[in-house]
């Protein structure tokens, strides 16, 4: 019966060429625009690493006096300073603890083939590779032990490999960071982030780091910070080290915790931690407080997804409502126009939900042919968006469940528009069509 509705349904296609391309047309552009807003809306709000989203937690720390305020929510810093982050590492609680700070270098080697260029890089502790999944391709991480003593090592992505080594397994091979000279001991396989989830403070659709270094060489080395760094109160910091004594804010810091219990035993810790050095002089507020997000919160209290693209893909979806509208307009016309064929199917035995039936796989039909045309609307959308805007070029694709949601959602859209004029032809008494002859 079904197959018997689908070829009905082409042969009113092509007794209706004209209507018939308008109403696939006009579903082809709401799906198209709605589609194009909707993927970049869905790979902004996905979550970055599913399997472990739950566990890994960034740490903040109220560390303003009473009166001092800050521009977040809940007026918490959203980084450390660079004394709490090394007093959070040296301790053991938590199953993994990481701190780190985004830095830059010239990059060049000993090669006329490959001419200096400017590089962003991440100084962290070794935990960074297994906390993030961050794969290797040659080599590994370097040890706490290299970390403890600033060895001068660096991992470099596959990306970077490419370009310095040609692809070859640099592992050994030496690369100069501004004027001083690394050992490469690992290179890492491209990393497809989305979002940039563990450091939304320098731009959360920037591109990953291609280098990686100990953060011990940030002040063995005396390196310079290419984040953001603010202060809350009036410091006199004239040297490197006045840097790192300051209550300026600089360092990101990420804990892992497995279970409930972990994440409860920390928080008492930060809390006990606190209190330690409030005696210090520190923290002077009558009541402490910190800040323990996981991945998906952490990107929610950042506002990773802004007000704006939620505004763009609800008006996305109203544009879809009036290319339906419009449809509905069309659909009542080609549908009462088959009024006397409708009459005399009714007179030969076909029951309302047989002519329903037809109408509605019709409807479907077309939306099914608008999805499919939309989403070759919406890939030339996407390119658009690509091109005008480089930090959305990783977020301006169709995943495989997009893909099929376009179709889905042109299908059932016009199946709700076409509805009312299934019904409206059904319910018309069959004489009525056979005195309209």
Request: aromatic share 12%; net charge neutral; glycine share 6%.
């Amino acid at each position: 019966m079904l197959v018997h509705y689908i070829d009905l349904s082409w042969r009113s296609f092509k007794r209706t060429p004209l209507v018939s391309f308008l109403m696939v047309l006009a579903i082809a552009i709401g799906i198209g625009i709605t589609m194009t807003s909707l993927s970049v809306y869905h790979m902004m709000s996905a979550d970055p690493i599913p399997h472990k989203s739950s566990q890994l937690f960034s740490v903040q720390l109220q560390i303003m006096d009473d009166g001092s305020t800050w521009w977040t929510s809940d007026n918490q810093p959203l980084q450390l300073t660079y004394q709490d982050a090394a007093n959070l590492y040296q301790s053991q609680v938590g199953a993994q603890r990481l701190k780190m700070v985004r830095s830059g270098f010239s990059v060049y080697i000993d090669s006329d083939k490959v001419k200096p260029f400017s590089q962003s890089a991440r100084l962290t502790s070794p935990e960074f590779f297994n906390m993030f999944d961050l794969e290797f391709l040659h080599g590994s991480k370097w040890s706490q032990q290299q970390e403890d003593n600033a060895a001068p090592v660096v991992v470099i992505s596959e990306e970077l490999n490419d370009k310095l080594f040609a692809g070859k397994n640099s592992v050994g091979q030496v690369i100069y960071l501004d004027d001083a000279s690394y050992e490469v001991i690992g290179v890492t396989k491209n990393w497809p982030l989305t979002i940039k989830y563990y450091d939304l403070n320098n731009g959360a659709f920037n591109q990953p780091e291609q280098l990686f270094m100990p953060f011990s060489l940030l002040e063995a080395k005396q390196l310079g910070n290419w984040g953001n760094t603010n202060g809350w109160k009036h410091e006199d910091v004239r040297s490197f080290t006045a840097k790192l004594q300051s209550e300026m804010v600089w360092i990101q810091f990420w804990v892992e915790l497995t279970t409930e219990q972990q994440k409860n035993d920390y928080e008492n810790y930060l809390l006990a931690y606190m209190q330690e050095q409030q005696k210090l002089g520190r923290f002077n507020r009558k009541k402490l407080a910190f800040g323990l997000r996981d991945v998906n919160q952490w990107m929610a209290y950042n506002n990773v997804v802004s007000e704006d693209n939620k505004i763009l893909v609800a008006l996305s979806f109203m544009f879809l409502a009036v290319c339906l509208a419009n449809i509905l307009g069309l659909l009542l016309a080609k549908f009462l126009r088959r009024a006397p064929e409708v009459g005399v199917r009714r007179a030969l035995g076909a029951n309302k939900r047989q002519i329903f039936m037809q109408h509605i796989i019709e409807v479907a039909m077309l939306g099914l042919l608008g999805g499919l045309l939309g989403i070759v609307f919406a890939q030339f959308g996407l390119l658009g968006v690509r091109q005008s805007y480089n930090y959305y070029e990783s977020l301006a694709t169709m995943d495989l469940s997009m893909l099929l949601s376009a179709p889905l959602i042109a299908i059932s859209t016009c199946v709700i528009a076409g509805l009312y004029p299934a019904w409206l032809v059904c319910k018309t008494n069959p004489a009525i069509y056979l005195k309209s002859q």
